[in-house]
């Protein structure tokens, strides 16, 4: 399916949503989806609840405020269709039903099947419909079954889904024959509508011709394997927030509808006395200062323009010697993140949108043989270099090219761009897989592999980890770009199992249980609760370090929800990795004596405790975290951060507003190279996603 070709809006005219697990959480009855429809319910479109429950048991959760109210219910599992604006049961559905149809039958088969089985409670049964539970039973089983009521000359439709339910309907009966029966009624094609779901049980909607799904992420393998050759868009998110994520991409929502808070933190101390000293400031003042900024950071960006792509930092503007002369490249990682930061003045700059374009383009002519980014090209002569440091290569200039490629493509709807270089990605994707040599979903990440290259890390690292998920969601996106379904189902499954592995492995809890784990850092875990990711695991020991960069980036690519992310930001605004300004990329520093420290920090003076990479402050991350508190739906604050980025952007070394590339973690005096890229490119970024430029 191609978002950029097609417009959804025209054509889906219907939705056909699961309830349970899709639209809510089953247990807690959790949801932003009501609250969303409410605010951007689209005119035009019917909603319906296609769902295992009962009419009853629908209207009740309606009534409680729990979900919004639809235009039909289709229920048990397909055997009721409910006019809620009539309030009344359609009953030609049901003449429909009685064909064949013989419930004593029902009951003495399933009384002698020789398995383990038992009857579900008595609000999920009803006259044409017998549910049961029924855990663990093989194909060969449920095939078994179906014969024997073939044998009783009955024609009857059995659903088995998540391992463990069983229900007997009539044979007419299921979610997709009175979906196309309702839709039949109402005069409306299959290519009309729009279906979703979390289970076996909804495979029967998914199966009608032409229609489009989505696939929440949370979904059982059983509807995922039935449904990864059809047209369906899998979602990031799970349950609620999956299928608002799909209605946005399908048009049928505005983009804002994306921005949820689910619970209001304003009176949580750390945030209240924030917003206290804030109401303080001037507004004005402040807002001046950010768009002079703004006007700084395009002619900071501009001076990186080269023919190759965006340099490093300005080469005219820096003498670089030794070592140094590394910044005169185009490089993967810094490239990459310019252009992501760019991108919102690529359509009215027709330089900066070229040399975008042009850094990509650098990049991919010199993927390796077997797949590998290099680290950077020179642009002096256009030779790759494959390392950094030591001769380490650079794990994550990979995965961020990935990532750039997607967001430009995604941008400016460049088809073409995208299927010249799909080959040269999938490539990349196959190398950077290739590091996760025990097939665990997670990357191996040699000591210094990733932008801290002199910081010592290793193996399991919270920040690859999180760019490796956003990787191969964006894959996959490209491809479903490309009408590519299955193989951008398989990725998108796979993030969505990386997903899962980094919860589990850096967000440590008390409550986990000893039994489950797996290795002993797993074990050290029980020992305490943390309020963020923690920085790095390996199969013995990990780091209670807080990096600042990886735990933005899990919430801005959605690895964790909003919940955490509050717990996330309240921590690092409570230790002040913001102060003097943002923000500082590890807290707690390295300190000589310190299990981590390695001998190695104190080459150039560089790693020194809240130096560079051991706590100095990167205004590059501080754009990024600009986005992070706007992201928690705090803008105030996040105004007031991006001031505070103004404020160190402008401070410069010979010079104001020199962006420059690091700043002492205490002290908040400049370092490093000036007119740094991707210190101005997510700056411009950071101001458009507050809206203050337009």
């Known amino acids: 399916m191609n978002k950029n070709t097609t417009d959804f809006k025209l054509k889906i005219r219907l939705l056909s949503f699961d309830i349970d697990n899709t639209l809510i959480d089953f247990h807690t009855f959790k949801s932003n989806f009501k609250r969303t429809w409410d605010n951007y319910k689209p005119k035009d479109v019917l909603l319906t609840y296609n769902t ?281 990682r810094d490239g990459a993140i310019t252009v992501i930061g760019s991108l919102p003045i690529i359509h009215k700059d027709k330089e900066i949108h070229k040399c975008a374009r042009q850094t990509l383009i650098t990049l991919f002519e010199h993927v390796s043989r077997n797949g590998q980014i290099p680290s950077n090209v020179r642009i002096k002569n256009n030779i790759p270099d494959y390392s950094g440091v030591g001769g380490i290569c650079s794990i994550d200039s990979g995965i961020w090219v990935v990532i750039a490629f997607y967001e430009y493509v995604n941008e400016t709807k460049d088809i073409e761009f995208l299927r010249e270089y799909i080959s040269d990605i999938k490539q990349t994707m196959n190398w950077l897989g290739a590091h996760d040599s025990n097939n665990d979903a997670l990357l191996e990440i040699p000591e210094a592999g990733d932008w801290t290259d002199l910081f010592g890390r290793s193996y399991n690292i919270l920040y690859d980890e999180i760019l490796w998920y956003r990787s191969n969601v964006c894959y996959g996106r490209m491809l479903e770009m490309l009408g590519e379904h299955e193989e951008a189902g398989e990725y998108i499954r796979w993030s969505q199992v990386i997903k899962k592995e980094i919860l589990q492995n850096f967000w440590p809890s008390t409550q986990q249980q000893l039994f489950q784990s797996v290795s002993f850092a797993e074990k050290q875990f029980t020992l305490g609760d943390t309020s963020y990711l923690i920085a790095q695991t390996t199969p013995f020991d990990f780091s209670w370090r807080c990096d600042t960069l990886g735990n933005i980036l899990a919430f801005l690519h959605g690895t964790i929800d909003s919940e955490k992310a509050h717990q996330t930001f309240k921590f690092m605004l409570g230790v002040g990795v913001n102060d003097p300004f943002p923000v500082a990329n590890v807290y707690p520093v390295v300190s000589p004596g310190d299990p981590d420290w390695r001998p190695y920090y104190t080459v150039n003076l560089l790693n020194l405790p809240n130096h560079y990479h051991n706590g100095g402050i990167w205004p590059f991350v501080g754009g990024f975290w600009v986005k992070f508190v706007n992201k928690l739906g705090l803008k105030e604050v996040a105004i007031s951060e991006l001031h505070k980025l103004a404020l160190i952007n402008k401070e410069g070394i010979n010079e104001e507003w020199e962006f420059t590339e690091w700043a002492h973690g205490t002290t908040g005096k400049p370092m490093g190279k000036a007119y740094q890229a991707w210190s101005a490119a997510q700056y411009i970024s950071a101001c458009h996603d507050l809206k203050i430029i337009k």
């Open 52 to 332: 295992g429950r009962l009419i009853d048991d629908v209207l009740n959760i309606i009534e409680q405020g729990v979900l919004p109210e639809p235009d039909y219910i289709v229920s048990g599992v397909g055997t009721h269709i409910y006019n809620y604006k009539e309030k009344k049961v359609i009953k030609e559905f049901n003449d429909v039903l009685d064909d064949g149809w013989d419930l004593k039958t029902v009951e003495d088969i399933v009384t002698n099947i020789n398995h383990p089985i038992s009857e579900q409670p008595v609000r999920f049964q009803h006259s044409y419909k017998r549910s049961y539970f029924f855990h663990n039973a093989s194909p060969d089983l449920i095939n078994e079954i179906e014969q024997s009521f073939i044998g009783a000359n009955m024609d009857v439709n059995i659903v088995y889904s998540q391992d463990k339910f069983l229900d007997v309907l009539p044979k007419f009966a299921n979610k997709g024959n009175a979906l196309h029966w309702l839709l039949k009624k109402l005069n409306l094609e299959h290519s009309e509508v729009l279906v979703a779901g979390d289970s076996g049980n909804d495979s029967a909607m998914f199966n009608m011709k032409d229609v489009r799904g989505i696939v929440v992420a949370n979904a059982h393998e059983e509807l995922y394997q039935f449904t990864k050759h059809r047209d369906v868009y899998h979602s990031e998110q799970e349950k609620g927030d999956g299928i608002i994520e799909g209605l946005v991409y399908f048009n049928i929502l505005p983009e804002a509808a994306k921005v949820t808070v689910e619970v209001d933190h304003s009176e949580d101390f750390f945030i209240k006395k924030e917003l206290d000293s804030i109401a303080q400031e001037d507004e004005d003042e402040k807002v001046a200062l950010i768009k002079e900024g703004y006007k700084k950071a395009v002619i900071a960006l501009k001076k990186n323009i080269t023919p190759l792509g965006f340099s490093a930092c300005s080469i005219e503007d820096n003498v670089a010697h030794g070592t140094d002369e590394n910044y005169y490249s185009v490089w993967a």
